[in-house]
């Protein structure tokens, strides 16, 4: 995971940083311009704000959130990639464990599991490594491998829920610090400050609230489905393997109760 979530978050930078200047040329006023052209900038013709410039407005703080929100979309790429059903339960796989356990060729099918790498691969492999103690044995020790890779997905989609509550704190950070500045204006000018100058400040206020919440509300979304989708797909791995052992409970029941009824020599 930590090498594909790199790949993704260099990417993004890589693209973000090739688009940012087009943005920043478009965004940018051309030096030089003369008051008509500021009139029709003021009459609504100059290109609305992008994000690299509301960005580059909240400064280091602004700064953060965009690399909590370039983190977060990798996390979501790399999470819609791998916590998926057809990489943690392969398909044809379950099929071929059940057929080779049936037939008692369980060296075959733990061969099988260290092929095909995936969470039902690890459960039934812990299962198999078991199987001579009997089926409570195996039982068992799937359980506990259900558990532990169930745990290790939830905490791989933990860092979404991480992003989701410290964006927010920095834009609420940056609304402190933003007001901060207002009010430092005011105090420097000894009240006879006017709107524009305390603009700046407030302008940061606002923009860092938004850039918080712009990463934080979608990263708390997918926090939400991607821990749902763990929670299903876990338990589904339980089921299927349980049905990977049918047979060999059924026929380790038999043996057991053909033993019993067997008649005890004279």
Known sequence: MPRRFLLIAALLTVGLSAYRPSLAQDAAPPRGAGKGEEVAESNGSRPPDTI?????????????????SIAGVALILEHAMTIRRTVLIPKGLPEELHSLITQDDFTKAEQLCKLRPSYLSYVVLSGLQEVRMGYRAVEKSMEDASQEQAARLFRKVEYLALIANIAPMLGLLGTVYGILLAFKKIAETQGAAVASD???????????TVEGLLVGIPALGAYAIFRARVEQLA??????????????????????????????PD
């Open 198 to 208: 305390m603009a700046g400040g407030v302008y940061l206020a606002l923009v860092t």
């Open 52 to 68: 690299l410039t509301l960005v580059e407005a909240s400064g280091s703080i602004g700064a953060m959130i965009i690399l909590l």
């Open 235 to 264: 338990s589904e791995v339980g089921l299927v393997s349980e049905q990977v052992f049918n047979n060999y409970k059924r026929s380790r029941a038999l043996r057991k109760l053909s033993r019993q009824n067997a008649p005890s």
